[in-house]
């Protein structure tokens, strides 16, 4: 008997998961505390209320929750962990409304795919999330007639997905829509991945496009047009010379990228970029210096050396961390910068949180104690990256308080993230 009596508790919900099934905030709060206080959470047991808070969330977003505002619905986002719930995100889909396409949408982008008849009936849709579905499932050379539509489609959500596809099947057949694009596209964003996917293309054809762009282009998109550039087919095609005139003569961050664009196709202008990326560690922003440490190439070791400490040497503290997280790599200077790592991870400033972050990645459980503090900070992104890197330490105690949080942004993230722990 009371080996049956152990068998019917193992197979009881538990008290937490029940309450974040059913119960409000402060009774999953008080739930969470007390399993930490008792059993505590393993691995499993998290995952577990991390399904039950991921599945309410999802049953409860709704196009009001949004106030209007569609681009960006509550369960947007959730391609790394939508296999994971993937039941509650059908479930979702069927409701027929904007949040619904976007749940499915999720699902499309972990790796689902849509029936031909869910694609046609998608592709019809007077719901921008819809058509946005069936634009990001027309990666397939017979799907590619309504992507080419999608391309121009009036609405931004369908032009991303359909430059998403794009990027990831490259067609020559939207060239002339792409560049369209480039020039017109009535968001910047459409505007920038256009540039790219037009650099995916290659040949002489994409680097007249660029260049056309260039002129008039902002940073963001000059940035993206350095990325198209230094795609191989682009930079083959007199890409590699462009990036080179960049680095010499544009200021900022754009010359920058130029120029660790030469460093990593290491041809003939790569000590050209290492040039460039030198000087904006003498007298660079913060941003500046931070991308020119991130060139650090460490094949050669004699260059990046150097970059590396001149980024040690500033007065910036987070050029600092952003050095030693490079320092990191090597093992003759692994200790040294987990020590300075360390000293810096105790304070509650930007460097503070970035150097705790750094330091979770190496499993480092000097910052626990900083990232459970961490955890009660008044921003939510910086919540959230709390139970990211406690996560990553392991401390499944303290990544089930971030699962009861107050914003629903923190919730669903942590649990998406736990989900996809393995």
């Not at 019809?124 to 579905?133: N, V």
Request: hydrophobic content about 40%; aromatic content about 4%.
């Amino acid at each position: 008997m009371a080996a049956l009596g152990q068998l019917s508790n193992a197979c009881q919900t538990p008290h937490v998961v029940t309450a974040a099934q059913q119960g409000d905030l402060p009774s999953l709060a008080r739930a969470i505390d007390q399993q930490r206080q008792s059993t505590g959470f393993t691995l499993a047991s998290l995952k577990q209320l991390a399904r039950a808070v991921a599945e309410r969330e999802i049953a409860a977003a709704s196009d009001e929750a949004t106030h209007g505002n569609f681009e960006a619905p509550p369960v947007d986002g959730l391609r790394i962990c939508a296999d994971n719930l993937r039941t509650a995100l059908t479930k979702r889909a069927t409701r027929g409304d904007d949040t619904a396409f976007a749940a499915e949408l999720s699902r499309v982008q972990s790796g689902a795919s849509l029936s031909t008849a869910e694609f046609l009936a998608r592709s019809k849709s007077p719901h921008g999330w819809a058509r946005a579905t069936a634009a990001e499932a027309s990666t397939d050379a017979s799907r590619w007639d309504y992507r080419h539509e999608a391309l121009l489609d009036p609405d931004a959500r369908v032009r991303h997905a359909a430059l998403r596809s794009v990027q990831a099947a490259p067609a020559e057949r939207d060239r002339e829509s792409l560049v369209a694009l480039l020039r017109a596209a009535p968001d910047p964003k459409s505007r920038e991945d256009a540039a790219r996917a037009i650099g995916l293309l290659g040949g002489d054809n994409s680097y007249r496009a660029l260049v056309d762009a260039w002129p008039n282009a902002k940073t963001p998109l000059r940035l993206a047009i350095v990325n198209a550039f230094a795609q191989l087919a682009t930079y083959q095609a007199s890409g590699a010379e462009r990036l080179r005139d960049i680095a010499r003569s544009e200021p900022g961050i754009v010359g920058i990228a130029a120029a660790k664009s030469l460093v990593k196709g290491q041809g003939k202008y790569q000590e050209s970029g290492y040039a460039r990326i030198s000087r904006a560690l003498d007298s660079g922003s913060t941003d500046e210096q931070r991308l020119a440490i991130s060139a650090a190439d460490w094949s050669r070791p004699e260059q990046a050396e150097r970059l590396v400490r001149l980024g040690l040497k500033r007065d910036d503290a987070v050029v600092q961390v952003s050095a030693l997280e490079r320092w990191l790599e090597r093992g003759d200077h692994a200790w040294l910068a987990t020590t300075l790592l360390r000293q810096i991870s105790e304070s509650i400033s930007s460097e503070g949180i970035l150097a705790r972050s750094i330091l979770s990645q190496k499993r480092d459980w000097s910052v626990a104690t900083q990232l459970r503090q961490q955890l009660r900070y008044a921003n939510a992104e910086t919540r959230s990256d709390a139970a990211r890197d406690l996560l990553r330490l392991g401390d499944y105690n303290s990544v089930a308080r971030a699962l009861a949080d107050d914003a629903p942004s923190v919730r669903l993230r942590t649990a998406c993230l736990v989900l996809s722990e393995r």
